[in-house]
Protein backbone atom coordinates (compact mmCIF):
# COMPACT_ATOMS: atom_id res chain seq x y z
CA UNK A 1 0.00 0.00 0.00
CA UNK A 2 1.26 3.48 -0.67
CA UNK A 3 2.41 2.88 -3.58
CA UNK A 4 1.39 4.54 -7.21
CA UNK A 5 -1.09 2.60 -9.27
CA UNK A 6 -0.07 0.23 -12.07
CA UNK A 7 -1.53 0.03 -15.35
CA UNK A 8 -2.44 -3.34 -14.54
CA UNK A 9 -4.30 -2.38 -11.56
CA UNK A 10 -6.56 -0.51 -13.32
CA UNK A 11 -7.28 -3.02 -15.63
CA UNK A 12 -8.07 -5.50 -13.35
CA UNK A 13 -10.62 -2.76 -11.94
CA UNK A 14 -11.91 -2.69 -14.52
CA UNK A 15 -12.38 -5.82 -16.45
CA UNK A 16 -14.29 -6.61 -12.78
CA UNK A 17 -16.66 -4.11 -13.37
CA UNK A 18 -17.15 -5.34 -16.80
CA UNK A 19 -17.52 -8.98 -15.45
CA UNK A 20 -20.98 -10.37 -14.61
CA UNK A 21 -19.47 -10.83 -11.16
CA UNK A 22 -20.16 -7.11 -11.21
CA UNK A 23 -23.68 -7.56 -12.09
CA UNK A 24 -24.98 -6.21 -8.58
CA UNK A 25 -22.80 -3.13 -8.52
CA UNK A 26 -24.59 -0.21 -9.32
CA UNK A 27 -23.91 3.53 -8.44
CA UNK A 28 -20.25 2.75 -6.38
CA UNK A 29 -17.05 4.13 -6.24
CA UNK A 30 -14.33 2.01 -6.88
CA UNK A 31 -10.58 3.45 -5.77
CA UNK A 32 -7.67 2.08 -7.13
CA UNK A 33 -4.88 4.68 -5.55
CA UNK A 34 -2.62 1.80 -3.46
CA UNK A 35 -4.13 3.00 -0.18
CA UNK A 36 -3.71 6.83 -0.75
CA UNK A 37 -6.78 8.25 -0.17
CA UNK A 38 -7.23 5.96 3.30
CA UNK A 39 -3.52 7.37 4.52
CA UNK A 40 -4.83 10.72 3.37
CA UNK A 41 -7.99 10.76 5.82
CA UNK A 42 -6.58 9.23 8.87
CA UNK A 43 -5.75 11.23 11.71
CA UNK A 44 -2.36 11.42 12.11
Known amino acids: ?3 LAR ?4 MAAVV ?5 AA ?5 AHLLV ?5 R ?3 SPS
Request: no cysteine; charged share 15%.
Open 23 to 27: AMVTG
Open 39 to 41: NRL
Open 33 to 37: DGGWT
Open 16 to 20: YLASP
Open 7 to 10: IEDV
Open 1 to 3: MGS
